[in-house]
């Protein structure tokens, strides 16, 4: 059960988790955050685009639900409990933990689920677009990125042509940087000087297509040892601009 309070917090302990006016962030097992009337956009995605759910440059009619940890099979579990709801566009950031998690499993099979989240999305949000992120390449780890490789790979043959998807080539634009270790504060999640500015560009150049762009309600941590988010974090628009 999910209580929310009156900042618009979940409580209870099913699902410790964040639940902002832009964004929701959950810690532990994963259960369905509400979607306001007023959204338009989703991103769904794990800690990597959860980050984000603080940043004053989402629009108001777009929010981030992030799965901390998340397999794609996770998630299929967790939008099934979602209310139908049409929207315009859903961003779809997958693939990462299933490729950490289940390194016995071959990559085919990985991706069938991911064609199964897919799937989910279109039948539940009936959305205008979807956008789904290549599997961002992981410091450090040559074998993870091979695999990695072969899953963007298999959602290139599968979706680049198809109409109403789009692919975000997070992958190649991260790679096309002169030393993209400055983009990562650790070997998977992007850091806030330039990483995490670099993929909110990623994203709002995708969600600015169907969104009013209005940004008034946003929530910033009041407490300095909350270290989810930098509240003065660098607000340059770099590496890639949005419009």
């Not at 004053?56 to 099934?80: Q, V, Y």
Request: net charge positive.
């Amino acid at each position: 059960k999910l209580n929310l309070t009156s900042n618009n917090k979940i409580t209870g302990d099913d699902n410790r988790a964040e639940n902002y006016n832009n964004g929701a962030v959950s810690r532990r097992k994963f259960q369905p955050f509400p979607l306001k009337s007023s959204d338009q956009n989703l991103v769904i995605g794990s800690s990597i685009v959860g980050r984000l759910i603080h940043d004053r440059n989402i629009p108001d009619d777009s929010t981030i639900h992030a799965f901390r940890g998340s397999t794609t099979k996770e998630k299929i579990s967790t939008l099934k409990k979602y209310a139908d709801k049409n929207l315009k566009t859903v961003i779809i950031q997958d693939g990462t933990n299933s490729i950490l998690k289940e390194k016995h499993t071959e990559v085919e099979a990985l991706f069938e689920a991911h064609i199964q989240l897919v799937d989910l999305v279109q039948t539940k949000f009936k959305p205008e677009n979807i956008v789904l992120c290549e599997v961002p390449p992981i410091q450090n780890s040559p074998d993870d990125n091979k695999r990695i490789d072969e899953f963007n790979k298999l959602l290139d043959d599968k979706y680049s042509s198809m109409e109403g998807i789009q692919i975000l080539e997070i992958n190649k634009m991260v790679r096309s940087f002169q030393n993209p270790r400055q983009l990562y504060y650790d070997n998977i999640h992007f850091n806030y000087s330039n990483g995490l500015p670099f993929l909110r560009n990623c994203l709002l150049s995708q969600l600015l297509k169907t969104s009013t762009g209005v940004c008034n309600k946003r929530y910033y941590p009041q407490s300095k040892k909350d270290n989810s988010y930098r509240k003065n974090w660098n607000q340059v628009y770099y590496p890639y601009g949005y419009n």
